[in-house]
């Protein structure tokens, strides 16, 4: 099983009020989502979790190993990160160079190199432009090139930052697929995301930060029926709940088929 597992961790910016500090939080789940507010610190933690900050206090525990402890290669192997923007992660003159350059930071095998990377490129759907500028792809396909970078590598934890965010509707379903592909063959997949119907459809565990800190934790169909909790984070609930709203119906409903479900099964 792949855990992450926080103690006692604390972080702030050099003369920033904000501060990130989570006393024992565990994310054991295969698919884990981390919503909350802008500036709640999201992104601090995936940055932490990756080693790009330090944290001033406490341990990170990456399937049971202290994070800090590990090589720089032995961190590549266990997390990988697919950040917000892929043009902050693409920076090679051609799409298989890109992907080669990010399997190449753990490995010098050269046949391994090129496999891995032309098997990440096909998952994605991008081998057969191997030989384009990153540039010059659409921002939807520069996505999922920077989801091929780290597919290459393989790492045991892969951390998304919005993933979905400018996505077109092939890629979010090919995307979806990978995630759960990941899920199933025993990686930890863990994504920051405003896309409340996306985490009502696709997650089983999903996490609030709140204010540097974790909240909430339990399951969509929890975290939707906590109308307080909702509305003090700003989560917009998945859209079949306003719909149902306007017909009179406050009941708490995930997808169209839970609502169909709920309505029909007599
Ligand atoms: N490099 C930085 N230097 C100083 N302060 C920062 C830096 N990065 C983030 N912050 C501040 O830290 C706080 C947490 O930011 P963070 O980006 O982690 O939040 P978030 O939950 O990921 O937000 P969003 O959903 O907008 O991405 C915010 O107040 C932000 O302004």
């Not at 192997?77 to 051609?94: A, H, S, W, Y």
């Not at 899920?183 to 609030?208: L, P």
């Not at 709140?210 to 339990?218: P, Q, S, V």
């Not at 998945?238 to 169909?260: F, K």
């Amino acid at each position: 099983m792949r855990t992450i597992e926080l103690n006692h961790l604390t972080f702030t910016y050099p003369g920033r009020s904000f501060s990130l500090s989570i006393e024992n939080q565990i994310l054991a789940d295969p698919m884990v989502a981390i919503v909350g507010q802008n500036g709640a610190g999201k992104s601090t933690l995936f940055k932490l979790l990756t080693g790009l900050l330090t944290p001033q206090a406490g341990v990170i525990k990456i399937n049971g190993t202290d994070f800090n402890n590990l090589k720089p290669i032995e961190k590549l192997r266990q997390v990988g990160i697919t950040f917000q923007n892929p043009d902050d992660q693409l920076f090679n003159p051609t799409v298989q160079r890109e992907v080669e350059w990010s399997v190449a930071q753990v490995t010098d095998d050269r046949d391994k190199i090129a496999t891995q990377a032309l098997n990440a490129l096909v998952r994605v759907g991008l081998d057969a432009r191997i030989a384009e500028n990153p540039y010059d792809l659409s921002l939807s396909e520069r996505k999922l090139l920077s989801v091929a970078t780290v597919l290459a590598v393989d790492p045991a934890i892969y951390l998304f930052d919005e993933p979905m965010m400018s996505l077109d509707w092939e890629s979010r379903r090919k995307l979806t697929a990978i995630f759960h592909e990941l899920a199933d063959s025993g990686h930890q997949v863990v994504t920051i995301t405003h896309d409340m119907d996306w985490v009502a459809a696709e997650f089983e565990s999903v996490y609030v930060m709140e204010h540097g800190k974790f909240g909430f934790a339990g399951s969509p169909r929890e975290l939707f029926s906590d109308h307080e909790l909702v509305d003090r984070v700003g989560l917009l609930p998945p859209r079949i709940m306003a719909v149902a709203e306007l017909l009179g119906d406050s009941q708490t409903y995930l997808s169209v088929d839970d609502y169909w479900q709920k309505n029909h099964d007599d």
